[in-house]
Structure formats: structure tokens, C-alpha cells
């Protein structure tokens, strides 16, 4: 029998608005890092024919020049659309119980208010936020396949 390997694929795409403004902390080595939450509403109809709505709350990560952004630019109720990948960690509670979670580990965060909404800076204006730390963890074949996709993006812009 031939030798099959699964293909390492972990890859999300959310969109959604913060439940809360972000938070914000420096790692002990002073990395820059920001969780924060959103719900990403998924509207269906029923068996009845009415339509009923689905809340998902996810929560995300962020870290280096992607924290900062984050930061600096996004507060509770903004909408987002997240490119990243699952990530699981495990913690002990206050009452010493093993806790796991799964969030996003945010790679790319597109910010979608536009100018002059609720609560926006005038300066502020739909845009994106990569997190280029992911880079160093690419082989140079998918480097250079990654670079090719965004240069077509480019051009057919």
C-alpha cells in the first residue's frame, strides 16, 4: 500500500463584529499581542419556513504589527473579516481545573467600517492588517506560490 500523507491544511475565514473592545497586552519578552471576540451570525430558514438566526462566537488572536493595528484601530461593535488558523491552548482556572480553548490565530484581519460610521475615526477607511511573522514558518516553494498569488491579486486589480 502506497504511503499517504494527510495534507497539513488549517486554514479560517470569519466575518463578524467584536463583542467587546479588544485587549491588549505585551508578552514578558515585550511581543505585542490582542484577543478579542466576534459574532458571526448565520441566518436560515427552518423547517417551517421561517427564518431563525445562528450566533457564533469566536474568539481571536493577534500578534505583532497585527496586535498593534488591532489595537489602535478596532473598538466593540466593528465589523472584521478574519484570515487565520485554528489554534488550541490549555490553562488552569483559579480553582486549579484544566480549561482548553479554541480560538483564531489571526494572519490576516481586513477592517470593514468605512469612513465617518458610529464611533470611527474620519481618518479611518476600509483596510487590511497582515501579520507577516507566518512567513518565516513557509517553506521557499510556498513563499514563492504565496508571493505569486498576491502579485495576480495585484495586477487584476
Not at 499517504?4 to 497586552?25: C, H, Q, W, Y
Not at 431563525?52 to 473598538?75: H, P, Q, T
Not at 487565520?84 to 484544566?98: H, I, M, V, Y
Request: with cysteine; proline share 3%.
Amino acid at each position: 500500500m502506497a504511503d499517504f500523507k494527510m495534507p497539513e491544511l488549517n486554514s479560517v475565514i470569519i466575518a463578524g463584529n467584536l463583542t467587546k473592545d479588544p485587549i491588549f497586552r505585551q508578552t514578558t519578552s515585550g511581543t505585542p499581542v490582542v484577543n478579542f471576540s466576534i459574532a458571526s451570525n448565520r441566518r436560515f430558514k427552518d423547517k417551517n419556513e421561517d427564518w431563525k438566526e445562528d450566533v457564533c462566537y469566536v474568539g481571536i488572536v493577534a500578534w505583532n504589527r497585527l496586535a498593534d493595528s488591532c489595537r489602535d484601530r478596532l473598538r466593540k461593535g466593528h465589523a472584521v473579516l478574519v484570515d487565520g488558523e485554528l489554534q488550541s491552548r490549555t490553562f488552569k482556572t483559579e480553582d486549579g481545573a484544566n480549561r482548553t480553548i479554541v480560538e483564531i490565530k489571526a494572519r490576516r484581519i481586513q477592517f470593514l467600517n468605512k469612513k465617518g460610521g458610529v464611533g470611527i475615526d474620519k481618518e479611518d477607511d476600509v483596510s487590511s492588517f497582515t501579520d507577516d511573522s507566518f512567513d518565516s514558518l513557509l517553506s521557499p516553494e510556498d513563499s514563492d506560490l504565496i508571493k505569486g498569488e498576491e502579485n495576480k491579486g495585484q495586477q487584476a486589480s
